[in-house]
């Protein structure tokens, strides 16, 4: 029912960029929010950043003005711009998407791998 899928990961030198994608692939449900997870070696998965529907954003404040959030209500898809990026931000990202529904299901991406070397 819902396949979030994502591209963009890879290998970058800090200070560079990336740009993560996610999107629904089976485009059924309506997502209220939709946004980015990220989980270090030996640390505990964390927001980086969401955007509700109507276009309200929450960002970490480790990534305040360095990342951008966004998204395509009519494909599902949500986008991570990921500037000025620090060996600190490595980790595998995550997107996440919660149904407008009252159950508010989560669903997650399989993600993907962002290493910045120094």
């Known amino acids: 029912q819902v396949q979030l899928v994502e591209s963009g990961g890879g290998l970058v030198q800090a200070g560079g960029s990336l740009r993560l994608s996610c999107e629904d692939s089976?485009?059924?449900?309506?997502?209220?929010?939709m946004g980015w997870f990220r989980q270090a070696p030996g640390k505990q998965r964390e927001l980086v950043a969401e955007?509700?529907?109507?276009?309200?954003?929450n960002y970490a404040d480790a990534v305040k003005g360095r990342f951008t959030i966004s998204r395509d209500n009519a494909k599902n898809a949500v986008y991570l711009q990921m500037n000025s990026l620090k060996p600190e931000d490595a980790g595998v990202y995550y997107c996440n998407a919660v149904s407008a529904t009252l159950l508010r299901r989560a669903y997650w991406g399989q993600g993907t791998q962002v290493a910045v070397f120094s």
């Open positions: 955007m509700l529907r109507g276009g309200n954003k």
């Open positions: 089976e485009n059924r449900l309506t997502f209220d929010t």
